[in-house]
């Protein structure tokens, strides 16, 4: 059995592939012009390192896995075709007016404040390239005033005329009624019939996309579905097709931001958007059963950002909660990875305006320049400097030697931008960077956990990225957490985590569903009114499944629930206990699921089921459980690690406020068993893990380094 | 022991540090005021993202809130983005709590207890807007206050929506709570949580929910900051708190130094009063000198006895706060250390300082008239500086639609409408157009919702919502345009609106640098209209803009229009109601801007081709908009010249200028014409 597992990012594009259990990672540049270029370049170093051509590998592949960042790029691009929206007629300003503030979609909160200089984003659909139809349909899903096709058709033409590619048609209420939606898509099929254009006129209609509530995302969802969906059709087609040439004959796998993947031809376009730190976070589950742990915050430290996401018991709330995608809020489910900026490269800064305050961030001086250690123009300091001062990173040693850094330019840097303003010594400001810089990524895992409900206190920190290994204690500890794992596969983390991912498939439709009347506290007695939801979702998976050539029995479903207090705008998302119901009890069951959960995130002085509680969206699950990458296991050797120190140096420890000498370890030498106090150092080629005088490291049976604070 | 006014703007400067506060701070390292205050500042947002995700209102749910953290002594330390003038006095009621009913056997204050209030009188803007507050304990000691504050709109008052157009006096107002303890041991009291809803019983729902909302988000802040004590210790955090205060107050001392020293002028006018027409009058004197300003409102009108539109002095501290801290302090932290340096004159008998007696439930409404005042003084002082970039026309100041009545599924509501209410126009920048649809000035990252929720949630069919032509400040960068929404009463025989709105004659906010102020707004509605049968029966001729509705009148029924204060009146199902909100100010000539951009403006119908030849003196293609660049500069420099045709000496102007005077019922709040002094008495009973 052989699986290949693909993860495009921005720099690198990394391999997992898998022999008969053994794993091996590759990296490769990305080629952003095609990205299937870097990816059989990563598949060409992973086939040499395992003895074999490219084509021997690609021939033997039985599953090949790809999350790719083809969307971003096409948005960046703006690669999209040309389209129309047809929307009803009164609301064609809907998307550029984005319900007022639509800037702060994207912004941070220092942004934010930053009124005086704030700017929409342009929509996609320029206004010019919009028409209203005459039509309308009310809150109940009645037609108020009916389609008037010869308007429809007059304002296709109009739109044809002004040369658009695709039509997008999002009307006012069409989840709970498409009928005008769907009609608008007859005509203009029929009026480009045996046209020399023909259907080379494609209709994307919001009741097929995102059949949810709220006119403003799901428009925005179905433009961006639209707009995407040509250039990766392209991009994925070609991929297909140099993929089938090298010998792989199977179907292409794509990894989807829900969790979970699904055949090529079984992938919408969003489906596909930001899916390779999802994979990072669905290997962190798995991980998470396979090191017996409950609650799991997944961190990359990279260059640039540091992303976090959270696996917990309770899945639903892992979701993004205000999903975005580019510059524009949609309404799609997709587990939420946050980004800051914050990573080795992250610019450290006084700030005038507060008497000279430290600040690192969220500027970067990325990869070209980098850091001043680079020596390629940098010159403001950053956090890779700091730690190259503080003695956690070896100048000869930075990704196994491969480049030399400069350390004198980098002390000159600190000394002059941050040391001698604030009138500290060199160490002084390192260490005071690496405070703050450790400190912004603190607050986001306190953030992050306690705005779900939980207590980062529970949670274990697995750390991933370049820089991750080298800040997690210090990101780690003061949020709270005890204990923090490092991979041995971390370079090609997200990669791996495709490896350990099912085929999924989600459905959902919004129906607002009275579940309990406001003041009264009746329950629900019309049962069809959501079985119905329901089943139409499971029909419709069912086929799903069996196109893709598997047996219903195959499949696992599963229930959740978009749900509020009556009159409340923001839901929350529950898995719901019953997947029909059937009586009172049922309706009762679903209730306290969600007062549970309710007050579990919100505290139980919140809640209020004297207003009334709704079922706004109802969203299916299908899950075909697929066979997962088993991490090789290793005998217990040794606790004693002395074989596996390569060295020592000084570096700085804020518990003695200096330096001390400090054993360094070479990673590829460390044994299961190993286990030994810090401070210590640990060395790998591509990353530094830096243990504090306050914690202990031990290697678990897997060769991960388990780092717990004493 | 009621607080005088003077009390209250004292309170909003930060007390003196105290011997203790002043040993703590000298417990900080080098970098726990970062670390810290950056921990602080992730603790606020998290509170705030749990309030609005509770909450129900309409202005709870768009984000026009605050949450804040005070010291022990009710110094705030830092409040959310946002709705900063409710944070200013936020901190008043808890003040008042520290030195009233903290050692006061009777009340006191212990761990989980939770107090609320909203009487204006003790620090409150206005009765909707409700705080709830609560004292955090650490080992014993009283470490700190937490509150969150929110607008509801609904307080028992006469009329329904809180702000009480035609109140003649604080007791039209309904419900003012002074502050009180309302829940013990981390749970709301029922007795009181019962008072408050036979109170509110208009919209009982939203006010349960959202005192909740209150609490629980004060829950969180409280657990937070009491994790905080224990894990630092309550020295670091009193020396932690004072230090945020202290670098707030420095760091405003030395942006306030940047800028020129000198004495700046603006005037703003509002257009109505209570439930009529007639002029107010704002008049601001900044005296700037050092790391100090002085805000004089000397010569602003006297206070009057026609309705709710008159403020407390603590009341327009706040709203410049709003202004400050969404600006010329955007990067600075918001603490009551900003307002140690800040000085406001407000002399007794002026609108803004109205006796005790006085309603005050439409004071946020009128002191719009201070943003639009602050707008033009601080273009005029920072636009020579390094703050260029910060200053901007005037946006729209805010125009409140309530609707109240049972709706589709018989459940009383009582409510705003929030996208008109958060889809002004931002004013023009010194080097951009102001944004389009932007937000609302009191809460400038909220948000308006979307029509398929109003609708679900009230009574109502929207029949357009879009961009308002014109509705700009033209310029040679135009404001942003302001939005129209015309609604329709539908799933009920008839439901009750009211409007706050006013400049139906003339904008607060005047341009900036040669810009235009923005357009008017007026009162539009079509009563016995036939519109739901027409649209059954596919009339195609319907309107889909203001324009049409109006020139056309293809609607069957009868065509009322008025000035946009629009007390509170029923509408049957089927009648149209139109909201037109404030698009922002211009800046610059308007003979300056890009034609190209002009044609664009066109194209997405932002200005239409009438202004654009008139105004704006461009010369295009009719129908592609296409600009004939060389016409257009002759066109440009003949009006150019005209100008100067125009034009007379400044003596000749004022000669010609004093001699007209507004109507008599214009000048019959105003004061003395024409510096606005005190002409009468006015009693309340």
Not at chain 1, 355 to 379: K, W
Not at chain 1, 439 to 447: D, Y
Not at chain 2, 16 to 35: H, N, S
Not at chain 2, 96 to 122: M, R
Request: glycine share 8%.
């Amino acid at each position: 059995m052989i699986t290949v597992d693909l993860d495009t990012g921005g720099t690198f594009t990394d391999c997992f592939v898998v022999v008969d259990g053994v794993p091996v990672v590759a990296k490769a540049l990305t080629t952003h012009k095609r990205l299937s270029e870097g990816c059989l370049c990563a598949v060409e170093e992973a086939a040499s390192k395992i003895g074999m051509t490219r084509e021997q590998l690609l021939e033997r592949t039985d599953v090949y896995r790809y999350s790719t960042t083809i969307a971003t790029n096409a948005l960046i691009e703006k690669a999209g075709p040309t389209l129309g929206l047809m929307t009803t007629e009164g609301f064609e300003d809907t998307v550029a007016i984005g319900k007022g503030s639509s800037w702060s979609d994207v912004l941070t909160v220092k942004e934010i404040r930053k009124v005086s200089r704030v700017q929409k984003p342009e929509p996609i659909i320029p206004r010019t390239l919009t028409v209203g139809v005459k039509e309308r349909i009310d809150s109940l899903g009645h037609v108020v005033r009916p389609l008037d096709e010869d308007d429809v058709r007059e304002k296709l033409w109009r739109l044809v005329n002004k040369g658009v590619k695709g039509i997008v048609v999002s009307l006012l209420w069409s989840y709970l009624n498409p009928a005008h939606e769907q009609r608008i898509r007859e005509i203009i099929r029929a009026e480009f019939q045996g046209s020399s254009i023909g259907s080379a006129m494609p209709v994307v209609i919001s009741s097929e996309v995102c059949p949810k509530q709220w006119e403003y995302t799901r428009t925005v969802t179905t433009i961006l579905d639209a707009y995407l969906h040509e250039p990766v059709r392209r991009e994925l087609a070609g991929m297909t097709e140099d993929l089938s040439s090298r010998g792989y004959k199977k179907t292409l796998m794509m990894v989807h931001n829900t969790g979970g993947m699904a055949s090529l031809h079984r992938t919408t376009t969003l489906n596909s958007y930001s899916a390779g730190p999802v994979a990072g976070l669905v290997g962190s589950a798995h991980l998470s059963k396979v090191l017996g742990y409950q609650n799991v915050v997944l961190t990359d430290m990279g260059g640039t950002s540091f992303d976090l996401g959270i696996v917990a018991s309770e899945a639903t709330r892992s979701y993004e909660s205000k999903p975005v995608i580019g510059d524009w809020w949609v309404d799609v489910t997709m587990l939420q990875v946050k980004s800051i900026g914050a990573g080795g490269g992250s610019i450290a800064w006084l700030n005038p305006a507060l008497s000279n305050r430290l600040e690192v961030g969220p500027q970067s001086a990325r990869s070209e320049p980098g850091p001043v250690a680079y020596d390629r123009g940098g010159t403001e300091p950053t956090v890779t400097d700091a730690d190259i001062v503080l003695g956690y990173l070896d100048p000869e040693y930075y990704h196994g030697g491969r480049m030399k850094l400069r350390k004198d330019k980098t002390i000159e840097a600190i000394k002059n931008r941050i040391a001698d303003p604030l009138g500290l010594d060199v160490v002084q400001a390192a260490a005071l960077i690496k405070r703050v810089a450790d400190a912004n990524m603190a607050n986001t895992i306190f953030k992050e956990t306690a705005l779900r409900g939980y207590d980062p206190k529970d949670f274990v920190v697995f750390s991933a990225g370049g820089a991750g290994p080298t800040h997690c204690c210090g990101y780690s500890f003061p949020a709270g957490v005890k204990k923090v794992v490092t991979f041995p596969f971390s370079p090609a983390f997200c990669a791996m985590g495709s490896a350990t991912m099912d085929i999924v498939h989600l459905y959902e439709r919004s129906r607002r569903i009275t579940l309990l009347t406001p003041e009264t506290k009746e329950h629900l007695r019309d049962y069809a009114e959501f079985n119905d939801v329901v089943e139409a979702l499971r029909q419709k998976a069912l086929l799903d499944v069996v196109g893709e050539g598997f047996s219903p029995e195959d499949a696992v479903v599963s229930l959740e629930l978009d749900m509020k207090f009556g009159g409340q705008v923001h839901v929350l998302r529950i898995s719901s206990p019953k997947l029909m119901l059937r009586d009172e009890c049922d309706v009762q069951a679903v209730f306290e699921e969600f007062a549970r959960e309710y007050s579990d995130v919100y505290g139980a002085i919140a809640m209020y089921p004297e207003g009334g509680v709704e079922v706004t969206s109802c969203v299916l699950h299908i899950t075909i459980p697929q066979e997962k990458f088993e991490f090789p296991r290793y005998p217990f050797a040794r606790m004693d690690a002395t074989r596996a120190i390569k060295g020592s140096r000084e570096a700085f420890w804020e518990e003695h406020k200096g330096f001390r000498e400090t054993p360094v370890y070479d990673q590829r030498l460390l044994e299961c068993g190993n286990a030994f106090q810090g401070p210590a150092i640990v060395e790998a080629e591509s990353t530094t893990l830096v243990v504090p005088p306050s914690a202990r490291l031990t290697v678990d049976e897997y060769l991960n380094l388990v780092i717990e604070r004493t | 022991m009621r607080p005088s006014y003077e009390q209250l703007l004292d309170w909003i400067k930060p007390g003196p540090a105290t011997d203790d506060e002043t040993a703590c701070m000298e417990l900080l390292e080098p970098g726990d005021l970062e670390v810290y205050g950056s921990k602080i500042d992730e603790i606020i947002a998290e509170a705030k993202e749990i309030f609005m995700r509770i909450g129900v209102s309409a202005m709870l749910r768009t984000g026009d809130l605050v949450v804040a953290i005070c010291t022990a002594s009710g110094d705030m330390v830092a409040a959310s983005t946002g709705t900063y003038a409710q944070a200013v006095i936020s901190q008043l009621p808890v003040k008042f709590t520290v030195q009233n009913w903290l050692d006061n056997p009777t009340v006191g204050a212990k761990p989980g207890d939770i107090f609320y209030f909203n009487e204006p009188l003790y620090g409150s803007m206005h009765g909707p807007d409700q705080t709830a507050f609560m004292p955090v304990f650490n080992d014993g000691e009283l470490v700190a206050w937490v509150l969150a504050c929110v607008h509801q709109s609904e307080t028992g008052a006469t009329e329904p929506g809180g702000m009480v157009l035609r109140a003649a006096n604080r007791f039209y107002e309904g419900v003012k709570i002074t502050p009180i303890k309302f829940g013990e041991n981390y749970q709301l009291r029922d007795d009181l949580v019962e008072m408050l809803f036979n109170y509110m019983a208009r919209s009982p729902r939203v006010q349960m929910n959202d005192i909740r909302a209150r609490a629980a988000a004060c829950q969180r802040l409280e657990l937070r900051v009491s994790e905080l004590a224990k894990e630092k210790g309550n020295p670091f955090i009193k020396g932690l708190f004072r230090s945020v205060i202290t670098e707030s107050e420095k760091a405003v001392r030395a942006r306030t130094r940047s800028w020129n020293d000198g004495t700046y002028r603006a005037l703003a006018f509002q257009d109505h009063v209570g439930s009529e027409e007639g002029l107010l009058r704002c008049f601001v004197e900044m005296r700037k000198k050092g790391d100090r300003i002085e805000f004089d409102f000397t010569g602003t009108s006297p206070e009057h006895d026609a309705g709710a539109d008159l403020a407390m002095p603590h009341h327009v501290v706040a709203t410049g706060a709003q202004f400050l801290f969404s600006h010329v302090f955007h990067d600075l932290p918001v603490s009551s250390g900003a307002f140690a340096p800040l000085d406001w004159v407000l002399p007794a008998g002026t609108m803004f300082s109205a006796g005790p007696m006085a309603p005050v439930s439409r004071a946020p409404s009128l002191l719009a008239l201070v943003v639009a005042a602050l707008y033009e003084l601080f273009a005029k002082m920072a636009f020579d500086s390094e703050h260029r970039e910060l200053i901007l026309g005037g946006s729209g100041g805010g125009s409140s639609m309530n609707i109240v009545g049972l709706n589709q599924e018989g459940i009383a509501v009582s409510d705003i409408l929030s996208y008109p209410f958060n889809t002004e126009g931002q004013g023009a920048r010194t080097d951009m157009d102001g944004t389009d649809s932007n937000s609302f000035v009191y809460a400038p990252a909220s948000r308006g919702y979307d029509a398929e929720d109003s609708e679900s949630q009230l009574p109502l069919l929207t029949l357009f919502q879009n961009h308002r032509r014109d509705s700009c400040g033209f310029g040679k960068f135009r404001g942003g345009s302001g939005v129209v929404s015309a609604y329709v009463v539908h799933g009920t025989p008839e439901i009750s609106f009211s409007s706050g709105g006013r400049e139906s004659r003339m904008r607060m906010c005047q341009g900036i640098f040669g810009g235009y102020p923005s357009g008017v707004k007026i009162g539009i509605e079509v009563e016995n209209s036939r519109l739901f049968e027409q649209m059954r029966d596919g009339e195609a001729d319907l309107p889909s803009d203001i324009h049409q509705l109006v020139t056309e009148r293809t609607i069957d029924g009868t065509y009322k229009f008025s000035h946009n204060r629009r007390p509170l009146h029923r509408v049957r199902e089927g009648d149209v109601v139109i909201h037109l909100n404030g698009g922002g100010s211009g800046y610059g000539d308007v003979l300056e801007r890009d034609p190209e951009a002009l044609a664009e403006d066109m194209r997405r119908g932002i200005v239409s081709p009438e202004v654009a030849q008139d105004v704006f003196c461009i010369v295009f293609d009719g129908a592609t908009f296409e600009v004939d660049l060389e016409k257009t500069a002759e066109k440009r420099d003949e009006e150019r010249k005209d100008r100067l045709r125009r034009g007379r000496s400044y003596d000749e102007f004022e000669a010609e200028w004093l001699e007209k005077r507004p109507t008599a019922q214009a000048l019959k709040h105003y004061g003395s014409w024409p510096d606005a002094e005190k002409v009468r008495d006015i009693v309340r009973r």
